[in-house]
């Protein structure tokens, strides 16, 4: 099983989701989140005077998928969440050791 993370632009969030969806993700966490990669954030202007905005704003998706499912999950988010520039995000893929669903007592794969 992977854990997948995927920090993507807020208006995304839809089209990211539908893609998963469709490849039989069944579950997700959503998060507001911020940060900054490469392009360490941008400046603003605001009633004249001008700012620097260090922490861009993201969303950040977290699913948990079988090995199996795996390539389909990240060419969905890739494909939905991919804008051709700068800042489109990151995914990160972790390996789980276990997963427990705590109503049932279901462990690996048929808890996810």
């Known amino acids: 099983m992977k854990k997948v993370e995927a920090l993507i632009r807020h208006f995304k969030l839809e089209d990211v989701k539908e893609a998963l969806s469709s490849r039989g993700v ?3 966490t959503v ?3 911020r ?3 490469r392009q360490k954030g941008h400046t603003e202007k605001y009633r004249g005077a001008e700012y620097t905005v260090d922490f861009v704003p993201k969303i950040k998706i977290e699913v948990v998928v079988s090995d199996g499912d795996l390539a389909g999950a990240l060419e969905a988010i890739t494909t939905a969440a991919r804008t051709g ?4 995000g990151k995914i990160f ?3 789980l050791s276990a997963v427990v669903r705590i109503r049932t ?3 690996g794969d048929s808890a996810i």
């Open 85 to 88: 520039q700068v800042g489109d």
């Open 35 to 37: 940060g900054f990669g």
């Open 31 to 33: 998060t507001e989140v």
């Open 93 to 95: 893929v972790s390996d």
């Open 105 to 107: 007592g279901e462990t």
């Open 26 to 28: 069944r579950g997700m």
